[in-house]
């Protein structure tokens, strides 16, 4: 079978960022196995002939309905699939899937029939909401970015805000580049659920979520984009980290230097 790229520019463009992203969550070691999830909404970029195509498995439940998502279409991560994997060989680690008239199940389209993320009815519960509010993200990820991990056994870090600010205050750049800092959502069960539910409300005020003891979930305009926000963030949490390694608390900028940068870059808060 040929592959949906071929002649299709467009989308191999947004394909190609999936595994590079892939790659890069692979290479910080935040991917370990077959963990972390990306699922990106390639409606706006399908073709008539690449809608026309037979579906290549058996229609498949979501196991939940959501009523915005009828004929979308998304890659998605093959479950059991690694990241190290998917970064090489994109179309072979995932699979595009379009969303029956239902809204309830989907079958697999391209290129091969390998099953999406176990955690599909969360990601897609996302989109659907995204779509819901007339958003223009179409990417989720979700990966375990060590030291925002770490952070997240801290009790005293899981209090509305506390981390971002934390995160904010390590360099300038963080609030720069994730101005609506960090929700927090407490554990839950991987791949629950009340674990949506609840991610699906801190996104309503921020575009990065931290599952403790677990792992982050973003969106984002693509898959780049939900990923620059995780990696600053990220990067912040280590300056922290490496600064308590080396005996002492950190400084950060205090309130009057980040409310000095937000009124010059027009930031939130």
Known sequence: MESILKNRPTLTIEINKVAEVAGYLWQNGWAERNGGNITVNITNIMDDAIKALPAISEVKPIGITLQHLKN??????GTGKRMRDLARQPMENGSVIKILDDCAHYVIIADNPVNPTSELPSHLAV???????????????????????????????????????????????????????LG??????PGSSK?????????????????????V???????????????????????????????FEPDGMTEEQMK??????????
Do not use: R
């Not at 979308?72 to 991560?77: A, E, G, I, S, V």
């Not at 927090?184 to 069960?189: A, D, M, S, T």
């Not at 780049?224 to 995780?230: L, P």
């Open 184 to 189: 927090i959502v407490p554990y839950e069960l």
């Open 127 to 181: 989109h659907n909401h995204l779509i819901e509010i007339g958003s223009p993200y179409k990417a989720t990820v979700h990966t375990h970015p060590i030291e925002l991990v770490a952070m997240s056994h801290n009790k005293k870090f899981l209090q509305k805000d506390v981390l971002t600010n934390i995160l904010w205050s390590m360099i300038p750049e963080t609030k720069a580049f994730c101005p609506l800092g």
């Open 195 to 215: 674990l949506a539910e609840e991610t699906l409300k801190q996104l309503e005020e921020y575009d990065v979520v931290l599952w403790e003891k677990h792992g």
């Open 72 to 77: 979308t279409y998304f890659y998605c991560k």
């Open 217 to 247: 979930f973003a969106k984002g305009l693509d898959v780049m984009d939900a990923f620059d926000q995780i990696d600053v963030l990220s990067k912040s949490a280590k300056i922290y980290l490496d600064a308590k390694c080396m005996g």
């Open 260 to 269: 000095e940068m937000s009124i010059a870059f027009h930031l939130p808060k």
